[in-house]
């Protein structure tokens, strides 16, 4: 079964400075997707970025980019230039391309403050 | 642009109460899926429907049922509830299941069992 691991229960970053969120996961396929999910504090689950696993490029969404390790199971999130509006808890998901499979795994989150 | 509506917002059961929430999508998704977050914890999945008339287990099923019956709507029911059924839930879709579909999420359903 694959499993996804956020190791920073918490994060802070200044107004308009840039913070890197982590990820890893384990998992023995070798086609899949990666996302990350913002959820603030209205409780409604937005997709920030996904990254296709065959993909060597790193996605790129305006402020938010990734760092994707396919080799060491690893999909950072960074920010940049961090407004306020970006405070809300990120998770970090991934979805199997085997029939059946199709569900999301998250992990646990990560609580992003921004301070002024 | 209604997408993945969920109902009611909040609820309060007494144990042993049932009840079901609802949720209906309007952008005729074939993939329908509920899940639960708990405090401090990600979304766990618990039922998932590939279409009309099917629908699979996911981690976390026991307690829960659910049914398909047409292409918007995907309700989960709660027969006896229990204190570890408090939760937020929420429901998504996805137009396939194809891996490059992201999941459009409802708002969410919090659940106060007491």
């Known amino acids: 079964a694959q499993t996804v691991t956020q190791s920073q229960p918490e994060m802070s970053v200044q107004e308009a400075e840039t913070v890197t969120l982590s990820c890893t996961y384990d998992t023995s396929e070798s086609d899949y997707y990666l996302f990350w999910y913002k959820q603030p504090p209205s409780r409604q689950m937005i997709l920030v970025i996904r990254q296709e696993a065959y993909k060597q490029q790193n996605a790129t969404e305006n402020r938010f980019s990734v760092n994707f390790q396919k080799a060491a199971k690893s999909f950072s999130l960074k920010i940049s230039d961090s407004q306020l509006g970006d405070a809300a808890m990120y998770f970090c998901?991934?979805?199997?391309?085997?029939?059946?499979?199709?569900?999301?795994?998250f992990g646990t989150g990560t609580r992003l403050t921004i301070i002024p | 642009n209604a997408g993945v509506t969920q109902t009611p917002k909040f609820r309060i059961l007494k144990i042993g109460q049932s009840m079901t929430l609802q949720c209906t999508q309007d952008m005729n998704h074939n993939y329908m899926y509920w899940y639960r977050q708990d405090p401090g914890m990600g979304l766990k999945l618990i039922y998932y429907?590939?279409?009309?008339?099917?629908?699979d287990k996911g981690e976390v099923p026991n307690g829960y049922n659910v049914s398909r019956s047409t292409t918007e709507d995907f309700p989960l029911r709660l027969e006896l509830a229990a204190p570890s059924q408090t939760s937020v839930y929420f429901c998504?879709?996805?137009?396939?299941?194809?891996?490059?579909?992201?999941?459009?999420f409802g708002d969410g359903t919090r659940l106060s069992i007491l």
């Open positions: 429907s590939v279409g009309a008339g099917i629908t």
């Open positions: 998901a991934y979805r199997g391309n085997n029939f059946g499979n199709e569900k999301l795994t």
């Open positions: 998504a879709s996805s137009p396939t299941g194809g891996i490059r579909q992201p999941q459009h």
